[in-house]
């Protein structure tokens, strides 16, 4: 069979790792896929640089839309990235009947329901592997493995950015400012980390994930989206002495009355395996009903890490490019005309349970006062633990400080918020409270 034609938008990173695993392993490749794919022509606004990777007999332009324009091209790879000419130029690819590859989740998560519904129309495949959790081959767990469950909740490590700052603050106690600082030194972290750090990376990811486990739209703009820019070295020390680890955790439940979708800081048991994920690496659990709780590890992002999923998904496309586009996996798992209509739960809704660290005046009656307002709003402590605070004396009140940390079972979030507007109202608790939310994950 004639090998597959594959144009390649973009040879950073990324591209390079496609193009070289693709020719260092084609024959491995051909074996399992039954042709050959062949990357003949790369796009690259850098065209010296893109000749330089790819060597002799490839065409190297810097104009994308040649890639659209040539009729032997089969398949496109979208490696360029956002929203703006990423945008045009798939939804071009499609509309001139070639598949399309993609690692672009942000492009996805905002205008996945518009580029679908393109490539259905025109019977298409748009493959995403790379676009989650890099490496670690969730998609197809999710679109294809799991595809006998009632998929119940996933949560994920999904940003290696913020898990290096994490492990990095718990291992040397140091506060987010200065990790990150180093983490850029490094390399770990952007120059501008902002969609990292603010778990906006994370929420394009667990949107589409979210989509793919209940077959629902993608629904970025109704995520709920808290970063790692708040925490403290001090709430990492307090939640280990309590057994805990807190990751940004990115999770997604299905709930009577719809489906939660949030990012935020999360405490998780140090027992859990999710917990000792560190570093930069990746993790994400599944649980379905019938095949209980499952673990998926790797790394989330890298060069050939990231090539080994862009090249599963045109082996995918290389086999399935003959099969009727009704019988193709459809993108989101789901058959268009079955998705659910059950809407994304507004954060007040969710249901948690909360870590509480508050600096309080160490004085009679402080703790009593407290705990009233949280028993007023129905809500249950689990643990208290009150340690000496870092700076012991406020010379303005003369009076000790403490900290104390609550942990609760679980509650409304709209009933947390409220009791901690009381009690950040009392004139005993001295500092903004910080709250992060637990989840057992058993
Ligand atoms: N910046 C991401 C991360 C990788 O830190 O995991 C690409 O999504």
């Known amino acids: 069979m004639k090998p597959i034609q594959v144009g390649l938008m973009g040879i950073g990173v990324v591209g390079s790792g496609t193009f070289n695993v693709l020719k ?8 399992r896929a039954g042709r050959g794919i062949e990357i003949t022509m790369v796009a690259d606004l850098d065209v010296e640089r893109a000749k330089s990777v790819v060597g002799e007999g490839v065409a190297v332009v810097n104009d994308a839309r040649a890639i659209i324009a040539n009729p032997d091209i089969d398949v496109v790879i979208e490696l360029i990235g956002g929203y703006g000419i990423a945008k045009a130029l798939v939804l071009e690819a499609i509309a001139a009947g070639k598949h399309v590859v993609t690692a672009n989740k942000a492009l996805l998560a905002v205008h996945g329901t518009e580029i679908f519904a393109a490539a259905s129309a025109k019977g298409v495949m748009v493959a995403f592997e790379a676009a989650v959790a890099g490496g670690i081959p969730i998609i197809k767990a999710l679109r294809e493995g799991l595809t006998a469950n009632r998929i119940q909740w996933i949560a994920g490590i999904i940003n290696g950015t913020t898990n290096f700052i994490l492990s990095e603050m ?7 400012d200065v990790v990150l600082k180093e983490a850029q030194r490094l390399g770990y972290a952007e120059a501008d980390p902002t969609f990292d750090i603010q778990g906006i990376d994370a929420a394009h990811k667990l949107t589409l994930m979210s989509a793919m486990a209940f077959g629902i739209p993608v629904q970025f703009d109704k995520a709920y989206v808290e970063g790692i820019t708040q925490l403290g070295a001090a709430d990492i020390k307090y939640a280990e002495q309590l057994g805990y680890r807190i990751k940004l955790l990115g ?3 299905r709930m009577e009355t719809g489906i939660e979708l949030r990012v935020h800081p999360c405490l998780v048991p140090a027992k859990r395996l999710i917990a000792n994920v560190e570093g930069a690496m990746n993790a994400v659990v599944a649980h379905g009903d019938a095949v209980g709780t499952t673990l998926y590890y790797g790394k989330g992002a890298g060069s050939e890490p990231t090539a080994s ?3 599963a998904d045109l082996v995918d496309i290389a086999r399935l490019d003959s099969a009727e586009a009704a019988q193709r996996v459809p993108h989101l798992a789901f058959q268009p005309d079955a998705m659910s209509d059950l809407p994304i739960l507004p954060m007040g809704e969710v249901r948690s349970s909360y870590y509480l660290r508050l600096r309080v005046a160490d004085q009679a009656g402080v703790l009593a006062q407290l705990t009233g307002i949280l028993a007023q709003a129905g809500i ?9 605070a870092d700076e012991v004396q406020d010379p303005a009140l003369g009076a000790a400080q403490t900290d104390l940390v609550i942990l609760t079972h679980e509650c409304k979030e709209s009933d947390m918020n409220n009791a901690i507007a009381q009690v950040q109202a009392l004139p005993t608790v001295l500092q903004p409270i910080a709250r992060i939310r637990k989840e ?3």
């Open 440 to 442: 057992e994950l058993a």
């Open 24 to 31: 260092r392993n084609q024959d491995e490749i051909v074996r």
């Open 170 to 176: 718990r291992d040397k106690g140091l506060d987010f």
């Open 309 to 311: 999923a862009v090249i």
């Open 251 to 253: 999770i997604t439940k």
């Open 380 to 388: 249950n402590i689990d643990a208290v633990l009150q340690r000496e």
